[in-house]
């Protein structure tokens, strides 16, 4: 048996990390910036003592800079445990808060999981939903949007970018149909997870009154993020404490991935520009190449209005799992829609929504590219991928 | 549970995690017939349905004279644990001078999990089809016999 078939990966063998929708690796300046209050005695923010305030320092710089680059003012942003628990605080949080006016919310039919798991939470609670549907590119429909808002709508909540296929929704268009609509005035909020980093997050240019960022899909430490919430509006608290963070996210601050997120999202803001042309180069190649390679292959998603580094193909006959796991096995690491990859054995709900075959679904592979991702390793990738394709064809009964 | 399939298992006690032989079958899968243009088989049995994601040909030829099967070859759709209880079946029905034709009719997907060293509790229903794809060969061999 081949000695690369251990359980245990072989850890001198090169991998090449096409999965940077699901996390980034750690920027080595972020770590930089975080190694002093990882080392040094760093107090906690609420203490009085130098420790203390040494503490509170860094995290109220931390969020200078933040509020900053998204344009907003500094008491409006919130740091919690990441992406989800983001989501999680806009959608219960804002909700509950607003319920004296209504108890109808809008989102999505391709929103993340913590956004649709928390609108779950909210129907048992007697609230109402409207899902919005996407077309087969994966734009939601502006028309039903429009017609969806009522009296009692107190949010919306419209993804910046999905994480599976990459496709940008209109969020400034969004935001004016909403502010323009004379039976309502809900909160909007957009979870921006993905298009940090990549897409301008300037919270006034986008016209939203909510905005979730993960610092771990922007080069910077896991187990952070911040929500960004204007103080014109209404929000509770979903977890109870202390005062930090005004009330709404209580609980002693982690200091170090505080200013690990300000300056991953600094660096990030930065390259976004010069990285995005490269990445979309990079990307656009790539596809070509997987085109010209291997056939029967149909993209995932409209290629216009798409992250720069994300490709979501199906290729006909390769079940995603088996096509993970042996692209893995030759360092390749990527991810799947595929029902068999996923605990409840049903496959990608953001493929169903876009209307892609469940034949096709089940055959779905997402390479997403990041800052570190060179040509060479989409060279060495395509000869991979195709191999690998080769072999799952050839066992495969469907031809 | 051997000490393997406990380092298989997450904190919840859920096996996760796919084992040393379903990783061997699946990399190096066996019996895998790549085209049946020139394969004579006594026997083809099909389960599955691709739109369920998981379709499965099986083709065997079986020795007249002992009535055991003496070559079993398949194809499938699936995932890794689809891919690897395939082969696995593929070798139990063919071991050991291959199996007796009631064995086979009579192979159950524990069988064939239990020699893969177990597989994640959530692929254990949905992906082990090969005992049918078998049983539907053998029963297919049967009424071209009689």
Known sequence: MNSRIDAKIDITMKRTYLDNAATTPMDAK????????????????????????????????????????????TNEIIFTSGGTESDNLAILGIARANQGKGKHIIVSCIEHRAILNSCKKLESEGFEITYIDVDNNGLISL?????????????????????????????SQIAKIIKDSIVSTPV??????????????NINKLGVDALTISSSKIYGPKGIGCLYISDKCRIEPITFGGDQERHIRPGTE??????????????????????????????????????????????????????????????????????????DNEGVACSTGSACSSTDLNPSHVLMQIGTPLELAHCSVRFTLGRYTSKKDIDSTITILAECVKKIRNMSSIK | MNKENNQNHSADGENWIYSEGVRGHFFS??????????????????????????????WIKVDKKTGRIKE???????????????????????ENGGMDLKTAQNLKPQQIVERLGGLPDRKFHCSVLGHKALRNAVLDYLKHAK
């Open chain 1, 30 to 73: 972020v770590l930089g910036a975080m190694l002093p209050y990882l080392k040094e005695t760093v107090g906690n923010p609420s203490s009085l003592h130098y420790e203390g305030r040494l503490a509170k320092n860094a995290i109220e710089k931390s969020r200078t800079k933040i509020a900053e680059i998204i344009g907003a003012k």
């Open chain 1, 143 to 171: 028309e039903q949007l429009k017609s969806s808002i009522k009296p009692t709508t107190i949010l919306v909540s419209v993804m910046y970018a999905n994480n599976e296929i990459g496709t940008i929704q209109p969020i």
């Open chain 1, 188 to 201: 909007f909020h957009s979870d921006a997870c993905q298009a940090a980093g990549s897409l301008p997050i």
């Open chain 1, 254 to 327: 982690n200091v170090a991935a505080i200013v690990g997120l300000a300056e991953a999202l600094s660096i990030a803001e930065n390259k976004r520009q010069p990285e995005n042309l490269r990445l979309q180069k990079l990307r656009d190649y790539f596809l070509s190449k997987i085109l010209k390679n291997i056939n029967d292959v149909s993209v995932n998603g409209g290629m216009d209005n798409r992250l720069p580094n994300n490709i979501n193909v199906s290729i006909k006959g390769v079940e995603g799992e088996s096509l993970v796991l042996l692209l």
């Open chain 2, 29 to 58: 899968p066996k019996n895998v017939l790549y085209d049946e243009a020139d394969y004579a088989a006594d026997g083809v049995g099909t389960v599955g349905s691709p739109e369920c994601g998981d379709v499965m040909y099986v």
């Open chain 2, 72 to 94: 079993c070859k398949w194809r499938t759709f699936g995932c890794a644990s689809a891919i690897a209880s395939a082969s696995m079946m593929s070798v139990m029905a063919t």
